[in-house]
């Protein structure tokens, strides 16, 4: 049995490369399908997300040959010159293949250290492949144990829980103010792409009421209507700045949009009651002299890059935490791999012996007539049963054993020792 | 007996302070369990330390000052674990442990006075004694959540935020927890003196004259939170203002409470 991945990063492969070698769900599930099919894998999980595409397989014989084939596969599947893709392509086996699914899972080789979004990608990933049956006893065991120490990565280290993009960092700061946002009012100025990295994460935080202001009321009105929003007039201040507790603007323009006596009068109209401005807008669309105001706090986006930045260094200082999770969960799978390679081992062994046993008793019993076909049943039967009785101790003892290293020496020995190539498993 | 039940609540109590500030950097939400736990076992032998305590003495733990400060101890204790479990909040366990550490400690280590027998028995007086006294400890709880609002703000004008801002609770629920526990502090004096005029008013011709200045002073104090209580929901004071002012009454009260008791009252001298 051999875990075999290949596959490409954001490391590893230019995003032209990335590209065109990534699977939508449907090219996921049809590679699976054909590899199985060619025979190249038995079991096999495409993983493809933005900044990776990795195949994960099981294969049939212990030999690596299986890379080669998997680099033509691809090459093919896409389209792309096997000397295009090639250098971009790394090859990873057992041991190495199952570290490494387990830091995809745990986050480290993510682009943005830490990133939630990959366990769940891993998680659908390999639901699917699970549900189309593509997967087998020793994948559905990998990917079970990666969802596992992707979780417990999460939970037990710091790596994931401090925001690491500035729309994010935004909300969370928000967050410490009001606590959940889901009886909230937001307004973003602008419907650009900061506006809408933005928006998707007030949705995400399921925001109770999502305002959306833009000079174009066409623009607004399709961004509002893309993510449930209302929109309000542009330009309209003293009515609109009244409503929400979080204001995010992000907006090109020459002055300051937002000032300090506009705002002042926003929260004498709302009672004071704490407001949160982003201004993630360059040059600055708020005043900075709005965050001197009682119950106003004011970010701009160097604030939460600079809080962004502290984050990647805190999320840094944990990857050694996250690494000893990793090793322990991989020297965990490995302990299994072995005790299910020694049952092979064993039950193969067995299957050998009988076969020895009875072609013994053929030749040696061929010319000894006086026995009686029972008789000689007997002799088979009570053969088994010293066979049995001379392989259980040992059998046991490589079971009990508790030094991994020991345990992996002990099967590769009764490989060398007792079984030929073709028998090996 | 007393002794050994003492030994076991400051364990109870520095494990759980220990672990409530490990939960505090790490978030993991089995030490903040734990925490809560241990709060829970330091709250029950806590508590029959008070009773042997009050056994041995033939009268009320809360008779002397190291009594009144032990149970001081005690129902803060129990006023955080409450607000805990409504609010369901538990890093501000780190900073109200150190309180009811102190209160244990000073109660415990003060040398022990030969009891003077309590002129006053019954029920309602210990319920009167109780109330106030609880009423007290939810004042301090209510100015160590304003301090700790005041912090957290503090930190996030200036951007400083590092791993503990993070896990402090919203600044909103800070009010929210605060606003809780002087609503509880509130209820509890005005049943309280309203249970001590009762008790006065079955004793008088035995022990008390009907004025004491002690009576002024709950009139003050009464009226100095039910103005925070009101000032607090206004749109000049909600927020920092409130909090601040919520702290600058616990201090008079502190101040007074001292002066009070230490120099003019004759009836109270340690509640």
């Known amino acids: 049995m051999e875990i075999v991945l290949v596959g490409l990063n954001f490391r590893t492969a230019p995003v032209e490369v990335r590209e065109k070698v990534s699977f939508s769900t449907e090219q996921a599930q049809r590679a699976a399908e054909e590899l199985r099919a060619q025979g190249i894998l038995e079991e096999t999980l495409v993983l493809s997300t933005c900044?990776?595409?990795?195949?994960?397989?099981?294969?049939?014989?212990?030999k690596r040959a299986s890379a080669a084939a998997l680099v033509n596969f691809l090459s093919n599947f896409h389209s792309i010159q096997p000397e295009l893709l090639s250098p971009s392509l790394y090859h990873h086996y057992d041991h190495d293949a199952v570290r490494h699914l387990f830091r995809v899972s745990a986050g480290l080789e993510s682009m943005l250290l830490g990133e939630a979004e990959i366990l769940g990608q891993v998680r659908e990933a390999y639901l699917r492949a699970h549900a189309a049956h593509a997967t087998g006893p020793v994948l559905n065991r990998l990917f079970q144990a990666a969802l596992e120490i992707g979780k417990r990565v999460r939970a037990e280290t710091e790596l994931g829980t401090r925001p690491m993009g500035v729309a994010s960092a935004g909300m969370k700061l928000a967050e410490r103010i009001?606590?959940?946002?889901?009886?909230?009012?937001?307004?973003?100025?602008?419907?650009?792409?900061?506006?809408?990295?933005?928006?998707?994460?007030?949705?995400?935080?399921?925001?109770?009421?999502?305002?959306l202001s833009n000079r174009s009321r066409e623009?607004?009105?399709?961004?509002?209507?893309?993510?449930?929003?209302?929109?309000?007039?542009?330009g309209n201040w003293d009515s609109t700045l009244k409503l929400p507790d979080v204001i995010v603007s992000a907006v090109g323009v020459q002055e300051a949009l937002l000032t300090k006596p506009l705002i002042?009068?926003?929260?004498?109209?709302?009672?004071?009651?704490?407001?949160?401005?982003?201004?993630?807008?360059?040059?600055?669309?708020?005043?900075?002299?709005?965050?001197?105001?009682?119950?106003?706090?004011?970010?701009?986006?160097e604030d939460l890059s600079e809080i962004v930045q502290q984050n990647r260094s805190a999320r840094e200082n944990e990857v050694p935490k996250a690494e000893v999770l990793v090793e322990e969960h991989v020297a965990k799978f490995i302990s299994w791999q072995a005790s299910v390679e020694l049952i092979g081992v064993l039950d193969t062994l067995r299957g050998s012996l009988k076969e020895r046993r009875a072609a013994f008793l053929h030749e040696k019993l061929?010319?000894?007539?006086?026995?009686?076909?029972?008789?000689?049943?007997?002799?088979?039967?009570?053969?088994?049963?010293?066979?049995?009785?001379?392989?259980?101790?040992?059998?046991?003892?490589?079971?009990?054993?508790?030094?991994?290293?020991?345990?992996?020496?002990?099967?590769?020995?009764?490989?060398?020792?007792?079984?030929?190539?073709?028998?090996?498993? | 007996m007393n002794h050994t039940f003492v030994i076991l609540t400051v364990l109870a109590y520095l494990l759980s302070m220990g672990l409530y500030v490990q939960f505090l950097y790490t978030g993991k939400e089995l030490t903040g369990r734990l925490a809560t736990l241990l709060m829970f076992l330091g709250l029950g032998t806590h508590y029959l330390a008070l009773l042997m305590s009050a056994?041995?003495?033939?009268?009320?733990?809360?008779?002397?000052?190291?009594?009144?400060?032990?149970?001081?101890?005690?129902?803060?204790?129990?006023?955080?674990?409450?607000?805990?479990?409504?609010?369901?909040?538990?890093?501000?366990?780190?900073?109200?442990?150190?309180?009811?550490?102190?209160?244990?400690?000073?109660?415990?280590?003060?040398?022990?006075?030969p009891h003077a027998t309590a002129p006053v028995h019954g029920v309602v007086f210990a319920l009167h004694v109780t109330l106030s006294i609880l009423a007290y400890a939810a004042f301090a709880l209510s100015c160590v959540l304003s301090l700790i609002y005041l912090g957290e703000e503090r930190l996030l004008r200036i951007r400083r935020l590092g791993d503990v801002v993070w896990r402090?609770?919203?600044?909103?629920?800070?009010?929210?927890?605060?606003?809780?526990?002087?609503?509880?502090?509130?209820?509890?004096?005005?049943?309280?003196?309203?249970?001590?005029?009762?008790?006065?008013?079955?004793?008088?011709?035995?022990?008390?004259?009907?004025?004491?200045?002690?009576?002024?002073?709950?009139?003050?104090?009464?009226l100095l939170y039910i103005v925070y209580f009101r000032l607090a929901r206004t749109a000049a004071w909600r927020g920092a203002r409130a909090s601040k002012l919520c702290v600058f009454n616990f201090v008079l009260v502190v101040v007074n409470f001292w002066v009070v008791n230490l120099f003019f009252s004759q009836h109270h001298r340690y509640f």
């Open chain 2, 55 to 113: 056994r041995a003495s033939h009268t009320v733990p809360y008779h002397d000052l190291q009594g009144a400060m032990s149970l001081f101890g005690w129902l803060l204790a129990v006023t955080y674990l409450c607000v805990e479990i409504y609010h369901r909040q538990r890093t501000v366990g780190a900073f109200v442990m150190p309180v009811i550490l102190i209160f244990f400690f000073i109660a415990n280590l003060m040398p022990t006075r």
């Open chain 1, 51 to 62: 900044n990776r595409s990795e195949i994960y397989g099981v294969h049939p014989t212990a």
């Open chain 1, 219 to 234: 623009k607004a009105e399709d961004f509002a209507k893309q993510y449930k929003g209302e929109v309000l007039d542009w």
């Open chain 1, 366 to 425: 061929a010319g000894m007539n006086h026995f009686s076909n029972e008789d000689r049943e007997h002799i088979g039967a009570l053969m088994d049963e010293l066979l049995e009785k001379l392989l259980i101790a040992p059998a046991e003892r490589l079971r009990a054993e508790k030094e991994l290293r020991k345990k992996i020496q002990n099967v590769e020995a009764i490989r060398e020792l007792y079984l030929s190539d073709r028998e090996k498993p």
């Open chain 2, 168 to 222: 402090l609770p919203p600044l909103e629920l800070l009010e929210r927890m605060s606003h809780t526990s002087v609503m509880v502090g509130l209820v509890t004096i005005l049943v309280g003196t309203s249970l001590g005029f009762i008790a006065v008013d079955r004793n008088i011709a035995e022990h008390y004259s009907y004025f004491d200045p002690k009576y002024i002073f709950t009139l003050f104090v009464l």
């Open chain 1, 178 to 211: 009001f606590g959940k946002l889901n009886d909230r009012t937001a307004l973003v100025l602008g419907a650009g792409t900061i506006s809408e990295q933005v928006v998707s994460q007030l949705r995400d935080r399921n925001i109770g009421r999502l305002y």
């Open chain 1, 264 to 301: 002042e009068r926003s929260m004498a109209a709302r009672g004071n009651r704490a407001l949160f401005l982003m201004d993630l807008g360059m040059p600055r669309n708020i005043d900075p002299t709005v965050s001197e105001l009682y119950n106003c706090y004011l970010y701009t986006m």
